[in-house]
């Protein structure tokens, strides 16, 4: 599947910056000009880095981790923002801090929601480490054993995981408030919603993806309309439409499930399990030592992508944490100082 056309921009690759200059954004200087245009260059390139040539790579766990990378890196940019427009807490609307506070808590929650599938999916390793110690030549009556684990690893990854599917309703709430305050009497604040807006849309972005992999369903993708005036926007519509497109002709050929790693496996189990059936040896010798090889192969690499992602999900989640907890006590500090101030006046 190819990318849709970009249309010939001669200057400027994102976008013009200086489109900023005009009727709305005349009133914010060169210095916040500049910091906005930086934050949303970086933003799109990283969106672009995103959208594969090779469509085999999406929802593979290498993907997924990139993805999740990418995130933590935008939620970064954004606190380094917040400290180069030297904006502090005190200086903020009560409606800003609800935003950040809002999307950060529910935030929180999906990636609780993400980390508890991705130890499910583990959980479902140490099966298939069973179904390999059982083939073992030592193990007496191996082929009855592996046979069990095998069928015992089917109805694991078979099943749902509640979490992730409530995950998908904290999804549809940063949907429906993904339009921010509008900030009337600060340059800085316009800049910073603005900023904060693209980091909202990247992340339910991601999120939905992740939500939709894991649930195994289509229907929790979702898909964003944003407006061209940002400079990422381009961008990010090409990469939604790539991905979410590739993402939904997967479920429509039927597969088990569009985790790539996760589908090898199920391959390996499929093949492997007619052979150990009757609980006899199997008459291909060959082939069954070449199933057994597979599956184990297939499984190390499984694992070994579900633990990388997982770091890069517990990454993401002391990030979000971090950030919401020096809010917390910067505004505990502001309230103090400012009660402070008013006990000396009498």
């Known amino acids: 599947m190819s990318r849709p056309q970009e249309p010939h921009q001669p200057f400027f690759h994102f976008g013009n910056p200086f489109r900023r200059l005009s009727p709305k954004g005349s009133h914010l200087s060169r210095k916040l000009l500049s910091l906005l245009n930086n934050f949303e260059e970086t933003l ?3 969106l672009e880095k995103l959208n ?10 290498s993907w997924m981790k990139s993805a999740m990378e990418s995130l933590c890196e935008t939620h970064n940019d954004i606190k380094k923002l917040i400290t180069d427009l030297d904006l502090p ?13 809002d999307i950060s808590v529910n935030l929180l929650d999906i990636c609780i929601a993400f980390s508890s599938e991705l130890s499910r999916l583990n959980q479902g390793n140490l099966l298939l480490q069973c179904v390999l110690h059982n083939l073992e030549p030592t193990c007496s009556k191996p082929f009855i054993r592996a046979r069990s684990s095998l069928d015992s690893w089917s109805r694991h990854i078979s099943s749902k995981n509640p979490r992730v599917e409530n995950c998908c309703t904290i999804l549809d709430k940063l949907v429906e408030s993904i339009d921010l305050p509008k900030v009337k009497n600060s340059a800085k604040g316009k800049v910073l919603m603005s900023a904060m807006y693209g980091v909202k849309v990247q992340t339910i972005f991601v999120c939905s993806v992740f939500a939709a992999a894991f649930s195994g369903s289509p229907q929790k993708l979702i898909d964003l309309a944003v407006a061209d005036k940002y400079v990422w926007a381009q961008v990010f519509t090409c990469l939604q439409t790539s991905i979410n497109v590739e993402i939904r002709n997967m479920f429509l050929g039927g597969r088990f499930t569009v985790l790539k790693e996760l589908e090898a496996v199920d391959t390996s189990v499929k093949k492997l399990h007619p052979m150990i059936q009757d ?10 030592q070449s199933s057994v090889s597979d599956l184990a192969m297939r499984g190390e690499k499984l694992s070994l992508g579900l633990d990388l992602l997982t770091k890069e999900v517990d990454s993401f989640f002391q990030i979000v944490l971090t950030g919401r907890d020096a809010l917390l006590s910067n505004l505990r500090l502001t309230v103090t100082d400012s009660d402070t101030k008013l006990g000396a006046m009498y």
């Open 279 to 288: 609980g006899d040896d199997p008459v291909e010798a060959e082939a069954f």
């Open 89 to 101: 807490v005190s200086d903020w609307d009560e409606k800003w801090i609800d935003v950040y506070l």
């Open 52 to 61: 594969p040539d090779d469509k085999e790579e999406i929802l593979s766990l």
């Open 44 to 46: 799109a390139g990283r």
